[in-house]
């Protein structure tokens, strides 16, 4: 019998793949309490949370770890990320994911409902923006306790491209994504900075060039494809980090301001979608958007990538409509 301590916090992961497997070792390492895995799988479930649980002697943490194919496991959590879903595979885009993806979020949703209703719920399945708006609708929980995982990472590549051609630490490096989780995602330029110094500042001061910022930028963009035509799966490392990033300032009360995919209703002229911005996450899930002003042609941008979210939504009513999600 597995132990268990009521004054740990609880997190439950649906989807024990690739994702959910690092998930569940960083949130025991990370020491944010006991760890649920949930998966149609219920031997991928067990025995990662078998394997990881092994490990607790070497690195040193107290934690349950339990894996089942029984929603019931999640009945409590306090957090819940959800990455059930086909991943991409070299060719696809993030797009191509809808129907099978939001088929599967419908029957997670039900679970999360039933099990954990006043739960912190980040959604990192793909195609992302209406991933998590159709898990919110299904499960019918508060906007501010359901949010999207994508913003950190592209964020955090963004860090790691500017860091490399800088020579300089990651931690030194703040930038963040406005927008979509995809090709139009808007790596936001003027409001990056190296240890307080604006990166427009740093192209004046020649320690690199524009033309550089505008690849790296590009690269960004495409991150997500890059690691899929190198392994033909996609990312789960740094994934996984980032929503860890996220339930921890949810448990903690952090008030860490993250770009996430958050519900925008009338923020950024934005009614009714979810979509990438400065989010501000504590004890109440999404406490704040954070609205930053834009130059017109970064607002033309970020507009370019909530008409692409909001194409993609409109498939996915389509969809809803005919009964097929
Ligand atoms: P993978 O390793 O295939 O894991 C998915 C897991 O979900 C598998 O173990 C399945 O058995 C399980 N699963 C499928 N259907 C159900 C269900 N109905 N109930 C419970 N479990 C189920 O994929 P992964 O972990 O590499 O990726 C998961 C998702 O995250 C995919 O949709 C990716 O596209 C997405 N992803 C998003 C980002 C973002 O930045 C938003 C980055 C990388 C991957």
């Excluded at 943490?61 to 990455?83: K, M, N, Q």
């Excluded at 500042?201 to 899929?228: F, H, K, L, Y």
């Excluded at 799966?233 to 996220?246: D, E, G, Q, V, W």
Aim: hydrophobic share 45%.
């Amino acid at each position: 019998m597995p132990r268990s301590s009521s004054s740990r916090s609880k997190i439950a992961l649906v989807g024990g793949g690739n994702i959910g497997g690092i998930l569940a070792q960083l949130a025991c390492e990370k020491k944010l309490g006991d760890v649920a895995i949930f998966d149609i799988n219920a031997g991928v479930a067990q025995g990662k949370a078998l394997d990881i649980a092994s490990s607790a002697a070497v690195e040193g943490f107290h934690a349950t770890l339990t894996g089942s194919d029984d929603p019931a496991i999640l009945r409590g959590a306090e957090v819940v990320i959800v990455t059930a879903g086909l991943p991409r595979k070299p060719g696809m885009s993030r797009d191509d994911l809808v129907e099978s993806n939001a088929k599967i979020i419908s029957s997670i949703a039900r679970h999360i409902r039933e099990q954990a209703p006043e739960a912190f719920v980040v959604c990192i399945t793909n195609p992302l923006d209406v991933m998590v708006g159709h898990l919110q609708r299904e499960a019918n929980m508060a906007h501010e306790k359901v949010v999207g995982m994508a913003g950190v990472l592209d964020s955090a590549r963004f860090r790691h491209f500017l860091a490399c051609e800088l020579g300089v630490s990651e931690q030194d490096v703040s930038a963040f994504v406005l927008g979509g989780h995809g090709d139009s995602m808007v790596p936001l330029v003027r409001y990056s900075n190296v240890a307080g110094i604006p990166l427009p500042e740093i192209v004046r001061m020649g320690w690199t060039s524009q033309e550089t910022i505008d690849a790296i930028v590009a690269r960004t963009r495409n991150g997500g494809a890059e690691v899929v035509k190198l392994m033909g799966t996609s990312a789960y490392f740094a994934p996984a980090a980032s929503a860890i990033a996220m339930a921890q300032a949810y448990l903690y009360d952090e008030k860490r301001i993250f770009p996430c995919a958050a519900y925008c209703k009338g923020v950024y002229g934005v009614e009714g979608l979810y979509v990438g911005v400065p989010a501000l996450i504590g004890k109440d899930g999404i406490e704040k958007i954070v609205e930053i002003e834009l130059t017109p042609q970064e607002r033309t941008l970020f507009q370019e990538s909530i008409d692409a979210v909001s194409a993609l939504n409109k498939v996915l009513v389509a969809l809803r409509e005919q009964g097929k999600v």
